[in-house]
């Protein structure tokens, strides 16, 4: 569930289009194995000091209820948790009142 507001935050797509030539910063035809850039690690946190510094961890985004991974990009609470308690996943307003209605989610 998501309000209103936090709309046009989803209309990003997740993940960039490998086919725009200006998604990345890949050299075509280039060696892989002989490449020294660090790479993205996801055991590394975000603004920690290492290798893949500043690089995203897929791993980074936890529901602040139960702790699963989030679906979406800027989320704080899993779909599951935001349908139950009626909240924004994202900003987590109130969107409904849930104290007449029975929330489950399988």
Known sequence: MVCKKCEKKLTGVAAPDPFQPA???RKIGENKLLT???RASPYVKPGSSGVGKGKIN?????????????????ATRCQKCAYKKGLCAICGNI?????RYKQTSK
Do not use: F, M, P
Request: proline share 0%.
């Open 36 to 38: 020294a850039r660090a």
């Open 58 to 74: 897929t791993y980074g985004n936890k529901c602040i209820d139960c702790k699963q991974s989030v679906q979406q990009n800027n």
């Open 95 to 99: 969107i409904l009142d849930v104290s």
């Open 23 to 25: 998604s990345s910063t």
